[in-house]
């Protein structure tokens, strides 16, 4: 696989990510609508920058999400993706920096490409805890599944807003947190699964 292949299923990082996190998107939005958006949150939550930038770049954004959830659901696609990592050297992949998990079985494919590179982190943030079993894919020590919903709410606001015994990202908190791989990797490794798989993480609104 080239890297010219391997990037048309991952992306290299993104103004708030650092290059080496790579990145796979899927629509978003709540997906009834799902002819024309494809959303795969069940949910459309309110200021959301990931429709925002699906309905601002239409022609691009929005078509290139589309042929991954296209891509998520063909027999080839956990082979696919084990090789884009493998070409890009990866060590971190934020899964869903738009979209979310949206069936069991695609869950259980994230379990078999994250169990076959135990040497690269994955990291996601899902409102589906309550809604498929994620216990095989929580199981994994390479693997942090973070729950963006905190008392069915969602986890960013104004500081004044967060829960005591969620942690607060550092990102956009301060002008000296450049952000995700730059400075702060708490959601990139083994040693905070347990605590933010636990507690969450709150996102100051900006």
């Known amino acids: 696989m080239t890297k010219?292949?391997?990037?048309?299923?991952?992306?290299?990082?993104?103004g708030?990510?650092?290059?080496?996190?790579?990145?796979?998107?899927?629509?978003a939005g709540d997906g009834k609508t799902a002819a024309t958006t494809g959303g795969t949150c069940f949910m459309e939550c309110p200021g959301c920058y990931a429709i925002k930038a699906q309905r601002q770049y239409t022609r691009n954004v929005?078509?290139?999400?589309?042929?991954?959830?296209?891509?998520?659901?063909?027999?080839?696609?956990?082979?696919?993706?084990?090789e884009s990592i493998k070409t890009l050297k990866g060590l971190y992949v934020r899964i869903h920096e738009s979209g979310d998990f949206y069936s069991q079985e695609y869950i259980n494919k994230w379990h078999y490409?994250?169990?076959?590179?135990?040497?690269?982190?994955f990291t996601a943030y899902t409102k589906q805890l309550g809604r498929f079993d994620f216990s095989l894919?929580?199981?994994?020590k390479?693997?942090?599944i973070i729950n963006s919903l905190h008392n069915n709410k969602i986890n960013f606001g104004s500081l004044d807003k967060k829960p005591k015994e969620q942690p607060l990202c550092p990102c956009?908190?301060?002008p000296d947190v450049k952000g995700c791989g730059w400075d702060c990797n708490l959601c990139?490794?083994?040693?905070?699964k347990e605590l933010l798989e636990s507690c969450g993480l709150y996102f100051k609104q900006h």
């Open 188 to 192: 990139y490794t083994s040693e905070n």
């Open 113 to 121: 490409i994250a169990s076959s590179l135990p040497g690269v982190h």
């Open 142 to 144: 390479n693997v942090t």
């Open 62 to 82: 929005l078509p290139s999400r589309l042929k991954k959830l296209e891509a998520s659901k063909g027999t080839t696609f956990m082979f696919d993706v084990i």
């Open 16 to 27: 708030k990510l650092h290059k080496s996190i790579l990145i796979w998107n899927l629509p």
């Open 172 to 174: 956009g908190t301060s």
């Open 4 to 14: 010219k292949q391997a990037r048309e299923l991952l992306s290299e990082g993104n």
């Open 137 to 140: 894919l929580r199981s994994l």
